[in-house]
């Protein structure tokens, strides 16, 4: 069955200094996708971005970067130059190839950018 | 702007009503999906959609029940055979369903039974 395990309960930062949320996983399909989610207290679930198992290089949007270690089964996401609105929920996921398709999550990482 | 919506944004319900949660889409997506998130826990997947005119159970599915008829709308009904159904409810959309495609996720609705 597949797992993601982020260890991190809480993790928190000051302004404009980088964070990165650590995130493992365990699957035996050699294709795979990974996500990242951002959750802020409003409670809409944000995509911010998207490692597939066969891309050469580490994905990047914007702040988000995304340190992809095959071999180590990790994928964390690396936020740089952090600004107050990035305090949030953050939730590793990939979608289960079992069946239905569905999202499986960590447990999240509850981030909090000190000014 | 391309989006999911979902309505009412908070809902009551007395005990033994059947309520209806709203969730739309205007991504052109072939995939929907309802999820419930309870307090300090993870998301679990009650129905998903593929296409129009067909569903299938997700994890939780007891006590609700969805319909497909337009590729932009899949509202989910909470019976009152659901016994706990105070929660927060998210729907999402994905381009066609795979593992490789990101869920797109409308605001939520929390639902509260009184």
């Known amino acids: 069955a597949q797992k993601i395990t982020q260890t991190q309960p809480g993790m928190f930062v000051q302004e404009k200094e980088a964070v990165t949320l650590d995130c493992t996983y365990d699957?035996?399909?050699?294709?795979?996708?990974l996500f990242w989610y951002k959750q802020p207290s409003s409670g809409e679930m944000i995509f911010l971005i998207y490692q597939g198992s066969y891309d050469q290089q580490n994905a990047t949007e914007g702040r988000y970067s995304l340190n992809f270690q095959k071999a180590r089964k990790s994928a964390n996401l690396v936020i740089s130059a952090s600004q107050l609105g990035d305090s949030a929920m953050y939730f590793c996921a990939m979608v289960d190839s079992g069946g239905y398709n569905k999202l499986i999550f960590g447990a999240g990482t509850r981030l909090a950018v000190h000014p | 702007d391309g989006g999911i919506t979902q309505s009412p944004k908070y809902l009551f319900r007395k005990e033994g009503q059947n309520v209806t949660l709203s969730c739309e889409q205007n991504?052109?997506?072939?995939?929907m999906y309802w999820y419930r998130q309870d307090p300090g826990q993870g998301l679990r997947l009650i129905y998903y959609s593929q296409i129009v005119n067909d569903f299938q159970k997700g994890d939780i599915a007891e006590g609700y029940s969805v319909s497909r008829e337009k590729k932009e709308s899949f509202p989910l009904t909470v019976t009152s055979a659901q016994k706990n159904p105070t929660a927060f409810y998210l729907c999402?959309?994905?381009?066609?369903?795979?593992?490789?495609?990101?869920?797109?996720f409308g605001p939520g609705t929390r639902l509260t039974v009184l």
């Open positions: 991504l052109n997506h072939d995939a």
């Open positions: 699957t035996s399909d050699p294709s795979y996708g």
């Open positions: 999402a959309s994905s381009i066609l369903a795979s593992i490789h495609n990101e869920q797109f």
